[in-house]
């Protein structure tokens, strides 16, 4: 398989333009990236759509939540962009408003489970009784049961999700970090030969790459390691 198609690089910068220098650094290394709030608020949505239309795929994470009726509204819109990928919080209620509005297209949703930002204790003060480990394996059922398309967690909890979801939803993760790389706001991370291994379907890297003296050449190694992981 290729490597390519599970990769995902993270575009988060602070304008489009060096989000365009580092689409045209990456060239052809690179078919997939995510755009996020950064980006999305300065211009990050039409060069989602231009993206998309020169071939890109794009994993566009607005983690939605609200009200039934505003999730379907936007998910109609979202399909119209082109976008590969959509974010929105593991809710019940907002997941099954998405899956239907959805339905037909190949917007492919995922379901945020936990921010690989947080760890139990994070939890523990935003007032939920879980752990990290339990509340993601109950998003994950819960996303299952709503019919998405995968959910984004972290890869140290690939393993266990992917036996909860089978082979075949996608098992999205951020919080990849090559060996020796630092570690930046996140908590729970793994390299992308880990992640793999664990089940995860497709891995979100930015910072190691976007930041890199050489994006280019960072990009390929993590390609790499990915494609000598069995990908």
């Given at each position: 398989?290729?490597?390519?198609?599970?990769?995902?690089?993270?575009?988060?910068?602070?304008?489009?333009?060096?989000?365009?220098?580092?689409?045209?650094?990456?060239?052809?290394?690179?078919?997939?990236?995510?755009?996020?709030?950064?980006?999305?608020?300065a211009?990050?949505?039409?060069?989602?759509?231009?993206?998309?239309?020169?071939?890109?795929?794009?994993?566009?994470?607005?983690?939605?939540?609200?009200?039934?009726?505003?999730?379907a509204?936007?998910?109609?819109?979202?399909?119209?962009?082109?976008?590969?990928?959509?974010?929105?919080?593991?809710?019940?209620?907002?997941?099954?408003?998405?899956?239907?509005?959805?339905?037909?297209?190949?917007?492919?949703?995922?379901?945020v489970?936990?921010?690989?930002?947080?760890?139990?204790?994070?939890?523990?003060?935003?007032?939920?009784?879980?752990?990290?480990?339990?509340?993601?394996?109950?998003?994950?059922?819960?996303?299952?049961?709503?019919?998405?398309?995968?959910?984004?967690?972290?890869?140290?909890?690939?393993?266990?999700?992917?036996?909860?979801?089978?082979?075949?939803?996608?098992?999205?993760?951020?919080?990849?970090?090559?060996?020796?790389?630092?570690?930046?706001?996140?908590?729970?991370?793994?390299?992308?030969?880990?992640?793999?291994m664990?089940?995860?379907?497709?891995?979100?890297?930015?910072?190691?790459?976007?930041?890199?003296?050489?994006?280019?050449?960072?990009?390929?190694?993590?390609?790499?390691?990915?494609?000598?992981?069995?990908?």
């Amino acid at each position: 398989m290729d490597a390519r198609k599970s990769l995902i690089v993270g575009l988060d910068v602070p304008t489009v333009a060096e989000a365009e220098t580092l689409v045209v650094t990456l060239g052809d290394d690179v078919l997939f990236y995510k755009i996020g709030y950064q980006l999305a608020f300065a211009g990050g949505l039409e060069l989602a759509r231009d993206l998309a239309k020169s071939g890109k795929s794009i994993f566009l994470d607005m983690k939605l939540l609200d009200i039934d009726n505003t999730i379907a509204s936007a998910v109609e819109n979202i399909v119209k962009m082109g976008m590969t990928m959509l974010t929105l919080h593991a809710y019940p209620k907002a997941m099954a408003a998405a899956v239907a509005a959805a339905k037909g297209s190949d917007l492919c949703l995922l379901g945020v489970t936990v921010l690989t930002s947080m760890d139990d204790q994070d939890l523990i003060h935003a007032g939920y009784n879980h752990d990290a480990a339990s509340l993601v394996a109950l998003r994950a059922k819960q996303a299952k049961d709503a019919g998405m398309g995968g959910i984004v967690c972290s890869a140290q909890e690939a393993a266990a999700v992917r036996t909860i979801l089978g082979p075949d939803m996608a098992v999205v993760t951020p919080g990849i970090r090559p060996a020796g790389a630092d570690k930046g706001d996140q908590k729970r991370v793994m390299t992308p030969a880990q992640a793999l291994m664990a089940g995860s379907s497709h891995l979100v890297v930015a910072r190691p790459i976007t930041r890199a003296a050489d994006p280019k050449a960072a990009a390929q190694a993590i390609l790499a390691e990915m494609q000598a992981a069995g990908v």
